[in-house]
Every structure is written in structure tokens, then in C-alpha cells.
T-cell receptor, first 112, second 110 residues
């Protein structure tokens, strides 16, 4: 079965720009979550999508937004990029409640 | 917001020794997960603990969950170099919203 895939793998942006990161969920998984992992830190929950609706949000400002599509793929959009947004962004999908999340390899975003 | 604390944050140990990593969390949850992360890599699921008293073992690693104490442990038996990695616990606050600890960076020295 195909796992969780993310694109691009690396990205460099400058302050004030906007970025879109993409994630394809594992087959059969209808829930996708996004996390931000700063260097040397644990992943921080950004938000979760279930059947195309936002289903919970962590402590991130509105300039972090997302979408989930009918095929359960997902996007993370970040506007007005700041230096502190430099991090590894992880997408994870799950087949259901109580099941472990399967993580993609992440997108490493660097803000100059 | 749910808080998850791991300790120690860094652990350097000799091969063949035993040690325990602790994970405390701040609010009620009966779903806890352990992940492994190698440098530059993504997260690999190790254990899923879904009830009070749950114990899971895989090779030299054993995880347990005490929901009343809001505590999970990851015990390493007779460590080997291949176990060197960063280990994270994650607590499900409800409906798959995971809150992670800061991680324990384990270095097993030959």
C-alpha cells in the first residue's frame, strides 16, 4: 500500500511570502493532521481535517490554513511567512480513531 | 492545552545497560503512542497504548501506560547501538489530535 507522501521535500522562501505544502494520505485514511517540528523539538499540532472539514486546531495563528480534498489529499498554506516558520512540516494520516498516525517524510521549510 | 513532558531529554548509555524514559501528561487520556525518529527522518510508530495498564513489548523495548498517574514509560533492556534515535511520546487529546513531548535523544555507546 502507498504510504503518506509529501511535496516538496525542501523549500526556501523569504519573509512575507506565501507557501503551499501538499500531502497525499495513505490509501483508506480519511483523517489528516499537520504538524510543525522546529529543530530539536517535538512536533506541534497545527490542525486536523476529517472528510474535508477542519476538525480541531492547535495554537497557530489564522495565517496557517488548510484544505482537504475529496480524495483525502491535503494542503497546508502559510501566509506572511516569518523567520520562526522555519521548520519541518509533517503530515500524518490515520484510518480511524485510536489508530496510530502514519507520518510522511515531511517538508523542510527554510525562511530567509 | 494538553502538556506532555518527557524525561530525560538526553540519555547516553552503554550497550547492554537498561534504562527507562518517562512521559507525563496533564489531562485525562487513555491513548498514548510512542514514536522513534532517526536524524533527518520522519516518525516511525513503535507502540499504541489504548487502556490503563496496557503493556506492549517489541524486542528490547517495552512500553506501559498508567492512565490514573498520567504516566507512560518506555523501558530499554540491554541497549544496543541500533537503538540510538530520538523517542517521542504522543498523547491523543481526542479524535486523533496528538500532543507530543519534546523527545528523548538516546545515544547508545558501543
Amino acid at each position: 500500500e502507498t504510504g503518506v507522501t509529501q511535496s516538496p521535500t525542501h523549500l526556501i522562501k523569504t519573509r512575507g511570502q506565501q507557501v503551499t505544502l501538499r500531502c497525499s494520505s495513505q490509501s483508506g485514511h480519511n483523517t489528516v493532521s499537520w504538524y510543525q517540528q522546529a529543530l530539536g523539538q517535538g512536533p506541534q499540532f497545527i490542525f486536523q481535517y476529517y472528510r474535508e472539514e477542519e476538525n480541531g486546531r492547535g495554537n497557530f495563528p489564522p495565517r496557517f490554513s488548510g484544505l482537504q480534498f475529496p480524495n483525502y489529499s491535503s494542503e497546508l498554506n502559510v501566509n506572511a511567512l516569518e523567520l520562526d516558520d522555519s521548520a519541518l512540516y509533517l503530515c500524518a494520516s490515520s484510518p480511524g480513531v485510536g489508530q496510530p498516525q502514519h507520518f510522511g517524510d515531511g517538508t523542510r521549510l527554510s525562511i530567509l | 492545552e494538553l502538556k506532555v513532558e518527557q524525561n530525560p531529554l538526553f540519555l547516553s548509555m552503554q550497550e547492554g545497560k537498561n534504562y527507562t524514559i518517562y512521559c507525563n501528561y496533564s489531562t485525562t487520556s487513555d491513548r498514548l503512542y510512542w514514536y522513534r525518529q532517526d536524524p533527518g527522518k520522519s516518525l516511525e510508530s513503535l507502540f499504541v497504548l489504548l487502556s490503563n495498564g496496557a503493556v506492549k513489548q517489541e524486542g528490547r523495548l517495552m512500553a506501559s501506560l498508567d492512565t490514573k498517574a498520567r504516566l507512560s514509560t518506555l523501558h530499554i533492556t540491554a541497549a544496543v547501538h541500533d537503538l540510538s534515535a530520538t523517542y517521542f511520546c504522543a498523547v491523543d487529546s481526542g479524535f486523533n489530535k496528538f500532543y507530543f513531548g519534546s523527545g528523548t535523544k538516546l545515544n547508545v555507546k558501543p
